[in-house]
């Protein structure tokens, strides 16, 4: 039996619009959980069978999760460790990539193999490591702790590197011949040619630092320096231990999530695009 090429991208949309579908279920259907919990009161999360829907709306859940614990602390801590650690990643990165494309030096290749070795170690690996060298240092329970361990570079160095690479040649020659030196060279053409994927990389450091939950959880002793995610842990052990009121804890979620999801949406576009662009060199 013969297909004609209608027919195959009958099928293809066919198929494609089938796994949105997929995706948007596996993805919606946990998200719309969320928020409906956040807004039922405790007998109706662990009623059976399950209520979809509240049968009275419980927006007190939000209160509770502000004010059971130091939610506000939390999320300043979150602040301070994302903003810190990002921004360290993110210079690191850009500068550490600039010279492995743009500067001679010998054993370049090297230390390009050994930050592609860094990629493939789980991050859960050094933990014992970075846990001993930090109690020496007397830094447990401090945010120094927690930020200084997590500015590893490796795929920020990774990701701007073959971006750098597929800039155009001419114009990085054209500008070397004008007499711009390395600081001018990457501030003046380099940069401004790489908008898009300083974007996604950004995005991504932000997202995963935002979210960084084992190594804060393991240096925070209390709350004065506990993150966000490492504050919900703390919320379902109030009251009563055995039986989690996941009302504030799916409310509290929500509130974690929200500022770096708006970060997400409004930067989507360039990050798909930076993520993309060195995909074909041109």
């Known amino acids: 039996?013969?297909?004609?090429?209608?027919?195959?991208?009958?099928w293809a949309d066919v198929f494609g619009y089938l796994a949105m579908v997929c995706v948007l279920i596996i993805v919606g259907v946990p998200l719309f959980w969320i928020i409906i919990n956040s807004f039922k009161e405790h007998d109706d999360i662990y009623v059976q069978p399950a209520v979809y829907w509240p049968h009275v709306w419980h927006p007190e859940n939000y209160r509770e999760a502000?004010?059971?614990?130091?939610?506000?602390?939390?999320?300043?801590?979150?602040?301070?460790?994302?903003?810190?650690?990002?921004?360290?990643k993110f210079v690191l990165g850009v500068l550490s990539a600039y010279g492995l494309v743009f500067l001679r030096f010998p054993g370049k290749n090297v230390l390009f193999l050994v930050?592609?070795?860094?990629?493939?170690?789980?991050?859960?690996?050094?933990?014992?490591?970075?846990?001993?060298?930090?109690?020496q240092l007397g830094w447990r329970n401090t945010l120094v702790g927690i930020?200084?361990?997590?500015?590893?570079?490796?795929?920020?160095?990774?990701?701007?590197?073959?971006?750098?690479?597929?800039?155009?040649?001419?114009?990085?020659e054209a500008a070397r011949m004008d007499g711009a030196g390395w600081w001018r060279l990457l501030t003046?053409?380099?940069?401004?040619?790489?908008?898009?994927?300083?974007?996604?990389?950004?995005?991504?450091t932000l997202v995963n630092e935002w979210n960084e939950y084992l190594w804060p959880f393991l240096m925070a002793d209390s709350s004065d320096v506990a993150t966000l995610p490492v504050g919900l842990t703390l919320l379902q052990n109030t009251e009563n231990p055995s039986i989690t009121n996941w009302g504030p804890v799916m409310a509290g979620t929500l509130?974690?999530?929200?500022?770096?999801?708006?970060v997400f949406l409004a930067l989507q576009r360039h990050m798909i695009k930076g993520l993309t662009s060195g995909a074909v060199k041109g």
């Open 1 to 10: 039996m013969k297909f004609k090429r209608g027919d195959s991208a009958f």
């Open 188 to 204: 003046r053409v380099v940069l401004p040619m790489s908008g898009p994927t300083m974007v996604a990389f950004a995005v991504v």
């Open 66 to 88: 502000t004010t059971t614990l130091p939610f506000w602390t939390f999320l300043r801590n979150s602040l301070i460790v994302t903003g810190v650690v990002a921004g360290v």
């Open 115 to 135: 930050i592609i070795a860094a990629l493939m170690v789980p991050n859960q690996i050094t933990v014992i490591s970075n846990y001993a060298l930090v109690s």
């Open 147 to 172: 930020i200084v361990p997590l500015c590893g570079v490796a795929f920020g160095t990774f990701l701007m590197r073959n971006h750098f690479l597929s800039l155009p040649n001419e114009v990085i």
């Open 255 to 262: 509130l974690t999530m929200l500022p770096i999801l708006i």
